[in-house]
């Protein structure tokens, strides 16, 4: 799975809009962008995956750039329950073969929203 | 919530004990996964299941740690003679097969006096 870069901390206003940014430049043509954010001392909570096209669901919205090597998560009107740790992850939907299930982590974005 | 329970949610244990803690995967997941998450990193896979078949385990599950899933619903992680450097939040999660988008649950945070 290709390594993701994310800067490790951000801070956002509240009522603004999020913009974290996610670079992948040795994705490959098989591998979807997945992220998910860690508030403190809770488990990690799915946001949004997407492959090549922008997606967009209630929590947050996918920007893939078109060559694929970066991503952007925005979340539209940020509050302080969106502080959180948000992580990017690259990984390719293999066939159900069993082995390599694994989600590899990084250290991802620390995000404060300030009132 | 996510439909991921794990029990108990923390465990302050003594240098050399035993201890065990529980999964409750959504119910209808066949996967399920173990992670081992310490301050200021992002969480480490360790272990995981599909149905009741341990299909991979990480060099991180020494000896000392053991997990089992036997009728492919909950799942126990176990550790023996616990060190402090085990002090760590263990995550579950869980997902259905053809689907990466694993769901996790709140954690066990195990603290190793």
Known sequence: DAKTTQPPSMDCAEGRAANLPCNHSTISGNEYVYWYRQIHSQGPQYIIHGLKNNETNEMASLIITEDRKSSTLILPHATLRDTAVYYCIVRSLQSNAGNNRKLIWGLGTSLAVNP | DTGVSQDPRHKITKRGQNVTFRCDPISEHNRLYWYRQTLGQGPEFLTYFQ??????????????FSAERPKG?????????????????????????????????PGTRLTVL
């Open chain 2, 73 to 105: 619903s909950f799942s126990t992680l176990e550790i023996q003679r616990t060190e402090q450097g085990d002090s760590a939040m263990y995550l579950c999660a869980s997902s259905l097969v053809g689907s990466d988008t694993q769901y996790f649950g």
């Open chain 2, 51 to 64: 149905n009741e078949a341990q299909l991979e385990k990480s060099r991180l599950l020494s000896d000392r």
